[in-house]
């Protein structure tokens, strides 16, 4: 069984403390917003997909402390918590579109709260349904013998469970498919390292780790045939926001002929914003002049520290989502596959 990231329980919110990982599977309970602001900040939950549903369950903590309140006070104190949340991490879009859409549920019910929490628990159930349709559609682009290179962590640590890129890898390996893994370690928070190279040793995956330094020549003496990695954000024309590290493994990709791929729910499109409005989130100095409790670099060095890149659409061969695979020209892909699920509404 994958393992799942976060629960709600009798009211609370449960988490793996991501931070933890490899040494530990630590179990966190957060009480409060603030509890909630915190574990994203501070990436004891982290990965697009889950970072909005844990914003979801944020807003359903408040609603279960205020369920007996009115309606009005309700809905006032679900607005101030979607704004602390708001300011939590600024890149993945599924924050902000799962805070808009509980917020619009909240509004349209008489019963703000009752509903806030019912919304909250379905999306956390429903991601892990949406994470195994894309896994079976993901399979449409594995062949026995991939070798396989992924970046970061999209495994069920990223999602409330299954995974994005990491969900489509494991399944093709549980079906039997004669695949090979290589995992980036993903500086500075090395989640390829902690959590990517975690579940890849858990499920069996004939996997190995190299270093972010190492992606080129992987590539040139492995026989990479795909890269497989998620998303935090994609817009209209297929403009894609990932991790650190992302834009170059797409033109190394391009550069030696191998297929790039992104694996994302719809949850992670913004049909609205352009590229000048997405915000890369700068992370602490701390995270690149300290491994762990280690200082590797002087105290007073500036730093540029940035948490995700922009990597073009002409880079992107497919983008696996719960309905298809999208192909080139993605204005055009994008834009029918989402009049076709607004029409199915
Ligand atoms: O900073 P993180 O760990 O939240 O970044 C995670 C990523 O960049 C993932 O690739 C992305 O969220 C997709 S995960 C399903």
Sequence with gaps: MPLQSIYWKNGKIVIIDQTKLPKKLVY????NINDVAEAIINMRVRGAPLIGVTAALGLALVAHKHRYDKRDKVLSELHEAAETLRR???????LFNAINSVLDIAEKSSDPAKATIEYAIKMMNKDIEINKKMAEVGQSIIEDGDIILTHCNTGSLATVSVGTALGVIIMAHRLGKKI????TET?????????????LVEEGVDAYLIPDTAVAHTMKTKGITK???????????????????TFQI???AKEMGIEFYTVAPTSTFDLKSSRAEVEIEERDAKEIIYVSECQIAPE??????????????????????EYEVLYPPFEESIKRL??????ER
């Design 28 to 31: 966190k309970t957060l009480e």
């Design 88 to 94: 939590t991490r600024p890149t993945a879009v599924n």
């Design 180 to 183: 090979k893994v290589y995992a």
């Design 187 to 199: 500086r500075p928070k090395l989640q390829g390292a902690r959590l990517t190279a975690f579940e």
């Design 227 to 245: 890269v497989l990695l998620g998303a935090d954000r994609i817009l209209g024309d297929g403009t894609l926001y990932n991790k650190i590290g």
């Design 250 to 252: 797409a033109i190394l």
């Design 300 to 321: 007073t060095i500036r730093t540029f520290n940035p948490a995700f890149d922009e990597t073009p659409p002409e880079y992107i061969t497919g983008i696996v989502t």
């Design 338 to 343: 989402f009049n076709k699920i607004r029409e």
